[in-house]
């Protein structure tokens, strides 16, 4: 053992490279130590070569609708998968490099290897031992693949291994229908690869509302069957590689399993911290400060189990980067929660959710996008919004929704919870004609009519025009 340092940080993604940016402006007393590839998941396989595949996948589909604006010859145009696959990697590469970037100046305060504590203040990594007055945690999360399935791995494919495949098998079951599931199945059925979904849970994409869910159930069906509310089975037949759920077989060539990902945490020592873990070996954290019972330890991002999103990971990589270099622990306020699935039409969550609204206190108001006037000029009209409001003062409390542009209005509600403005102050807002955020006020009016009128001189009181052309 050296000398102490101020601060070990075990993992270089998203969170560990947010508690290093803080933790250099303070010490440079400290190390970081990464198991495996360096780069965050969200630039190697996550958020953005996900996001090239949908964009490409997007892309191809928009010929479907060619015809309603009267562009013929749709029927010429092909994709070349091995191509879209070259270009995913190659955006991935070049953001994967602006990650690494950040650690290669660190000289001998950067380790790769698998890091184990050994006490609170004490860490092994490659058979050394180091010491510090402060251990950030935040070793990410691995894709789940259940063991009774270690048999068929040369069928499996996870979002660690599909942007790295030359091509895509021609039949593909995706096993799991929450976000990373949805998005990813959407992009291959629209690639022209055969899709099947196949979900546990009767909900999708991590939806809590059941109006909504049906909405995105309807919209999502249209491209590929899905199956939900039973759990998918792996078997050989005599006639091949079979995913069988209740009293459903269907044959295919390979799997995607989008089952979720579980925190790295196996051999990492949590047992020698001294405190108690839950049911999935994690020890009690303060979401304010980050920081394990009262130790000096701090555990961020992935590993923990609670929202695998890289804005909470980069938050809370602050959070303990400040924190881990200070004396007594400062609490943050946490930002309104918001989460996106990037489908089409785009499946938002931000604020409360459904299911943890107080029905007897709270307002819905909602609205389809079946007849919404720009939504319907681009071909774009399905999907539903529901925007949940507090019944005696009006102001809103959260909003689910599967709508076109959903990203866009997920994020001016955020900013509107944010603020606690209540419904009437979003009324006074001014909107455009003809834009999707039409769609929106149309489902504040809804939670409008709900509560006690305001003044004959605001503006909040000018009502639809009951017109699909001008609302």
């Given at each position: 053992?050296?000398?102490?340092?101020?601060?070990?940080?075990?993992?270089?993604?998203?969170?560990?490279?947010?508690?290093?940016?803080?933790?250099?402006?303070?010490?440079?007393?400290?190390?970081?130590?990464?198991?495996?590839?360096?780069?965050?998941?969200?630039?190697?396989?996550?958020?953005?070569?996900?996001?090239?595949?949908?964009?490409?996948?997007?892309?191809?589909?928009?010929?479907?609708?060619?015809?309603?604006?009267?562009?013929?010859?749709?029927?010429?145009?092909?994709?070349?998968?091995?191509?879209?696959?070259?270009?995913?990697?190659?955006?991935?590469?070049?953001?994967?490099?602006?990650?690494?970037?950040?650690?290669?100046?660190?000289?001998?305060?950067?380790?790769?290897?698998?890091?184990?504590?050994?006490?609170?203040?004490?860490?092994?990594?490659?058979?050394?031992?180091?010491?510090?007055?402060?251990?950030?945690?935040?070793?990410?999360?691995?894709?789940?693949?259940?063991?009774?399935?270690?048999?068929?791995?040369?069928?499996?494919l996870t979002t660690d291994t599909?942007?790295?495949?030359?091509?895509?098998?021609?039949?593909?079951?995706?096993?799991?229908?929450?976000?990373?599931?949805?998005?990813?199945?959407?992009?291959?059925?629209?690639?022209?690869?055969?899709?099947?979904?196949?979900?546990?849970?009767?909900?999708?994409?991590?939806?809590?509302?059941?109006?909504?869910?049906?909405?995105?159930?309807?919209?999502?069906?249209?491209?590929?069957?899905?199956?939900?509310?039973?759990?998918?089975?792996?078997?050989?037949?005599?006639?091949?590689?079979?995913?069988?759920?209740?009293?459903?077989?269907?044959?295919?060539?390979?799997?995607?399993?989008?089952?979720?990902?579980?925190?790295?945490?196996?051999?990492?020592?949590?047992?020698?911290?001294?405190?108690?873990?839950?049911?999935?070996?994690?020890?009690?954290?303060?979401?304010?400060?980050?920081?394990?019972?009262?130790?000096?330890?701090?555990?961020?991002?992935?590993?923990?189990?609670?929202?695998?999103?890289?804005?909470?990971?980069?938050?809370?990589?602050?959070?303990?980067?400040?924190?881990?270099?200070?004396?007594?622990?400062?609490?943050?306020?946490?930002?309104?929660?918001?989460?996106?699935?990037?489908?089409?039409?785009?499946?938002?969550?931000?604020?409360?959710?459904?299911?943890?609204?107080?029905?007897?206190?709270?307002?819905?108001?909602?609205?389809?996008?079946?007849?919404?006037?720009?939504?319907?000029?681009?071909?774009?009209n399905e999907g539903m919004l529901?925007?949940?409001?507090?019944?005696?003062?009006?102001?809103?409390?959260?909003?689910?929704?599967?709508?076109?542009?959903?990203?866009?209005?997920?994020?001016?509600?955020?900013?509107?919870?944010?603020?606690?403005?209540?419904?009437?102050?979003?009324?006074?807002?001014?909107?455009?004609?003809?834009?999707?955020?039409?769609?929106?006020?149309?489902?504040?009016?809804?939670?409008?009519?709900?509560?006690?009128?305001?003044?004959?001189?605001?503006?909040?009181?000018?009502?639809?025009?009951?017109?699909?052309?001008?609302?």
């Open positions: 053992m050296t000398k102490i340092l101020d601060v070990i940080i075990l993992g270089a993604g998203t969170a560990g490279l947010a508690a290093l940016r803080e933790v250099r402006k303070r010490t440079e007393n400290f190390l970081i130590v990464n198991d495996g590839p360096w780069g965050t998941v969200c630039a190697r396989v996550g958020c953005m070569p996900s996001k090239a595949l949908i964009e490409a996948a997007n892309a191809f589909h928009h010929r479907t609708a060619f015809a309603e604006f009267g562009i013929h010859g749709s029927d010429a145009l092909e994709v070349n998968i091995a191509e879209v696959l070259r270009r995913v990697r190659r955006l991935r590469d070049d953001f994967v490099a602006g990650t690494t970037k950040v650690t290669l100046d660190l000289g001998k305060r950067a380790m790769s290897g698998r890091a184990r504590l050994v006490a609170p203040n004490r860490v092994e990594v490659n058979g050394q031992e180091w010491c510090a007055r402060n251990i950030i945690i935040a070793t990410g999360s691995s894709p789940v693949i259940p063991k009774t399935w270690n048999s068929f791995k040369q069928h499996i599909l942007f790295e495949q030359d091509t895509f098998p021609g039949r593909i079951a995706v096993i799991g229908m929450g976000p990373i599931g949805v998005e990813m199945a959407q992009a291959l059925s629209r690639l022209g690869i055969d899709v099947v979904g196949f979900g546990r849970s009767p909900q999708i994409a991590g939806l809590t509302d059941p109006v909504v869910n049906v909405a995105a159930a309807a919209s999502l069906t249209q491209e590929w069957p899905i199956h939900l509310c039973e759990k998918a089975e792996l078997m050989e037949r005599k006639a091949g590689f079979v995913v069988r759920a209740g009293d459903k077989e269907i044959i295919v060539d390979g799997v995607l399993a989008a089952l979720g990902r579980h925190p790295n945490i196996a051999n990492l020592g949590l047992e020698t911290l001294g405190v108690p873990l839950d049911d999935h070996g994690i020890p009690p954290i303060d979401p304010t400060t980050m920081q394990i019972a009262d130790l000096r330890v701090f555990m961020v991002g992935d590993v923990h189990a609670r929202s695998a999103l890289l804005h909470e990971a980069a938050d809370e990589g602050h959070m303990a980067g400040i924190n881990a270099t200070r004396s007594i622990p400062i609490c943050f306020l946490r930002r309104t929660p918001l989460a996106i699935v990037f489908s089409d039409p785009n499946i938002a969550i931000v604020g409360k959710r459904y299911d943890a609204l107080d029905r007897d206190t709270t307002l819905t108001g909602e609205v389809s996008f079946s007849n919404q006037g720009r939504a319907r000029l681009g071909q774009r529901r925007l949940y409001a507090q019944a005696d003062s009006g102001r809103l409390l959260g909003a689910e929704m599967c709508v076109p542009a959903g990203e866009h209005l997920a994020h001016l509600l955020a900013l509107a919870i944010d603020r606690s403005l209540t419904v009437q102050e979003l009324l006074r807002m001014p909107f455009y004609h003809p834009v999707l955020e039409e769609g929106l006020r149309t489902a504040l009016r809804h939670l409008a009519a709900q509560l006690p009128a305001g003044s004959g001189s605001d503006l909040t009181m000018c009502e639809a025009f009951n017109l699909e052309a001008l609302d």
